[in-house]
């Protein structure tokens, strides 16, 4: 009897010190957060202003490809969005928009900080539909006449435009 109210006994006291160092240790950690905060809003900002300096530095390079997705000669302008995101991965996302219409026509492109290079790009499906190089689908010409058909008669006649067959 008195062996087990000795095991119990030491059972307690070591469940009480770890209670009690593991609160020393959280008001510790605490206390240091709330020093560093200033620091870490300092730090946030400073990174983004470093990304927005390297996706200033980086336009030329998306515009560049842009033009070299641009098979059709679609594109007259390209404007870019002022903000600048931050994504969890590190990358850097800057989105924009070409001639003048920011619902249609719009795209974004993740920079790659560490390469200096432009990484993935997405497309609005309009602005996609206006890269998209028809003669490596000359063995199905009816994807090309179902997308076609699927527009009013106005959006044909432009689509054709665009891409340099009216």
């Known amino acids: 009897m008195k062996n087990t109210f000795k095991v119990v006994l030491i059972v307690l006291i070591t ?15 605490e206390k240091k957060l709330n020093e ?7 730090k946030e900002k400073n990174d983004l202003k470093q990304a927005k300096e ?7 390079k998306v515009e560049e490809r842009l033009h070299k997705i641009d098979i059709h000669n679609f594109i007259k302008t390209i404007t870019f969005d002022k903000g ?7 990358y850097i996302i800057i989105r924009g928009y070409i001639n003048g219409n920011p619902e249609k026509y719009d795209f974004s492109a993740s920079l790659e900080y560490r390469s200096k290079e432009v990484g993935t790009m997405t497309f609005s499906p309009e602005l996609s539909y206006r890269f998209k190089d028809w ?32």
């Open 15 to 29: 469940i009480v010190f770890i209670l009690v160092l593991s609160l020393v240790f959280q008001k510790d950690k």
């Open 36 to 42: 560093s905060e200033g620091e870490t809003i300092v």
């Open 54 to 60: 390297f996706a200033e530095e980086m336009k030329p």
């Open 84 to 90: 600048v995101n931050v994504n969890p991965m590190g």
């Open 135 to 166: 003669d490596k689908f000359k063995d199905e010409p009816e994807l090309k006449e179902n997308y076609l058909k699927r527009l009013s008669e106005k959006e044909r006649e432009q689509y054709l435009e665009d891409i340099g067959e009216k």
